[in-house]
């Protein structure tokens, strides 16, 4: 898998999962958004930055994933790029 499409897939199961995943493009501000994980009224938000590399977008996701879906990833098949993003070891 390249990361373009571990990126899509992560945001998938997010969204399966119930975690709302927003992504913030260029505002023009000249404050520059980093990507995070938020709760907002109670509720699980991913914020990604487009700023921000592939890469660093994926690890936000990965965490967000471990520590707010666990039930969702176990049993679940997924092939071994994503397993190994998601194992918690």
């Known amino acids: 898998m390249d990361t373009s499409e571990i990126l ?3 945001v998938e199961l997010a969204q399966e999962a119930g ?9 023009g501000s000249d404050v520059s958004p980093e ?5 907002v ?3 699980v938000w991913v914020v990604l930055a487009a700023a ?3 890469e660093q977008r994926i690890n936000v996701l990965a965490g967000a994933l471990r520590e707010h879906a666990g039930e969702l990833l176990q ?6 790029a994503l397993r190994d993003l998601l194992d918690p070891n």
């Open 75 to 80: 049993g679940r098949y997924l092939p071994p």
């Open 35 to 39: 990507s995070a994980v938020v709760k």
């Open 8 to 10: 899509d897939r992560l």
């Open 52 to 54: 921000d590399l592939p």
């Open 19 to 27: 975690i709302d995943v927003r992504v913030l493009g260029h505002g």
């Open 41 to 43: 009224r109670g509720e």
